[in-house]
């Protein structure tokens, strides 16, 4: 399709050049380079409910989110002021804070499998160390992941991760020693029975199972009915941990994640995004019995330097109040976005266009792909040279998807109606020139 190229970039093509020469790729997170989709990123100067705007000017309807923690929207006010508030009494102290257990007590409040919890600063962080707690509770070496799912980018679980990995088409990663991957087995999305082959073949080794209860770092692909359950019993009957990596779910498909959303109760749960506010936070947490192993209780060590950080636990608590008080908005964020999904399904199949659409409330993917997306073979088969047209198409009339076909979009409570119609109209014209 020709583009209408009426979106002025020069700004943007100026300030990556000058990015380039200091960054690799002229970023600090790979898929922020729009490699797999093609076009130039533009560079993001404002952010302000569903909008964004870049360094020319230009404006968008932003789908990504920060990649999942921005649900009340760019620069809510609630979470400002409380930034902004915390700021003046000091950014950093290195010792303990009420705000830390502030923030603890509104997410255990949400997650009653958690009774304590540890704060990080990243999701991988608290990935890495939910595994390490889970190999020093049981005594055992082997890890189960699942392929597509992606826990961050410490070494043991970059072992056919989705993300940016998938996006880029690399296995793993260089650098990383195949002895640090060897207790790591990589096992289809939504095969259960591949689950219960693992535990007979290495009875008695394996100590934790980590899944993303919705994957949303292959696209967004749901659990199948009775996987979360049958990774339950299984964990329970071989005395290995359930690790739901709630990262990205937590408090998004429901207020107390895919835990309270599909009624299984994980051993550790790993959140990060929404906690934060848009400011860097983790967390990993479970039954005391296990969290009282971490230092200085316990022999497991795990630290940081900015570890509950006195503003982004000003933000997480403004994010998770402003959640708690409007429980509501759960139920129209799944209509809103059930409503802009279905109907630009509907142009795909007016148009011609091979669209499978998955969705958990409101994080979603449009692959383009026949069949139905289940698991990363699925997923895997999505054309996405199609997708990328769709991506740039859609960028040229305002729209910002994640530059992904395997990255999820959200929708966030400042998102309208308006904004949703004005998306599908948008989707329509540009599904109807790919389906010529
Ligand atoms: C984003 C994400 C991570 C990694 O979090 P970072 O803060 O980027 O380190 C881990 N797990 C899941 C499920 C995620 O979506």
């Given at each position: 399709m020709q583009p209408t190229a009426t979106r002025k970039l020069d700004r943007s093509r100026q300030l990556q050049q000058r990015a380039e020469k200091l960054f690799p790729g002229g970023v600090?997170?790979?898929?922020?380079?729009?490699r797999a989709v093609g076009g130039d990123p533009p560079f993001v100067v404002k952010g302000r409910g569903s909008r964004m705007w870049d360094a020319d000017g230009n404006e968008y309807i932003d789908y990504v989110g920060s990649w999942g923690p921005l649900i009340l929207g760019h620069a809510a006010p609630d979470v400002v002021e409380a930034i902004e508030r915390a700021n003046r009494d000091g950014?950093?102290?290195g010792a303990s804070t009420p705000r830390e257990a502030d923030l603890a007590e509104a997410v255990l409040e949400a997650f009653p499998a958690m009774e304590k919890l540890r704060f990080v600063s990243s999701g991988t962080e608290a990935t890495m160390s939910a595994i390490r707690l889970a190999r020093a509770v049981t005594g055992r070496k082997y890890v189960i992941k699942f392929e597509?799912?992606?826990?961050?980018?410490t070494d043991a679980l970059l072992?056919?991760?989705?993300s940016g990995v998938a996006t880029l088409g690399i296995p793993g990663s260089a650098g990383v020693p195949e002895e640090f991957v060897q207790f790591t087995l990589a096992l289809p999305y939504n095969h259960i029975e591949r689950v219960d082959d693992a535990f007979k073949r290495l009875k008695g080794e394996i100590a934790c199972v980590i899944v993303?209860?919705?994957?949303?770092?292959?696209g967004c692909v749901p659990p199948a009915p009775q996987f979360l359950d049958g990774l339950r019993y299984l964990t329970s009957r071989e005395d290995a941990l359930l690790i739901f990596?709630?990262?990205?779910t937590g408090f998004r498909v429901a207020f107390g994640g895919a835990q309270e959303l599909y009624g299984t109760r994980p051993d550790l749960t790993t959140l990060g995004k929404i906690i934060g506010g848009g400011l860097p936070v983790g967390a990993y947490g479970g039954p005391a019995e296990y969290m009282d192993q971490v230092a200085p209780l316990g022999p497991v060590y795990q630290a940081g330097t900015?570890?509950?950080n006195p503003l982004a636990m000003a933000a997480g608590l403004a994010t998770l109040r402003h959640l708690r008080d409007n429980r509501e908005l759960y139920g129209r964020l799944d209509r809103a976005a059930a409503t802009l999904v279905d109907m630009v399904a509907d142009a795909a199949h007016q148009a011609g266009v091979a669209v499978t659409a998955n969705r958990v409330g409101s994080m979603f993917t449009w692959f383009f792909a026949g069949e139905p997306v289940t698991d990363w073979d699925s997923a895997a088969k999505s054309d996405t040279a199609l997708f990328g047209k769709f991506h740039r198409a859609l960028l040229e009339e305002g729209i910002w998807l994640?530059?992904?076909?395997?990255e999820a979009a959200f929708l966030s409570a400042a998102h309208s109606m308006d904004d949703i119609s004005q998306t599908v109209v948008a989707a329509r014209k540009v599904l109807a020139a790919i389906g010529r």
């Open positions: 600090n997170s790979p898929v922020r380079a729009f950014a950093s102290f597509g799912c992606y826990h961050g980018h072992v056919k991760a989705g993303e209860p919705v994957v949303g770092n292959m990596d709630e990262v990205m900015l570890s509950g994640p530059p992904s076909q395997f």
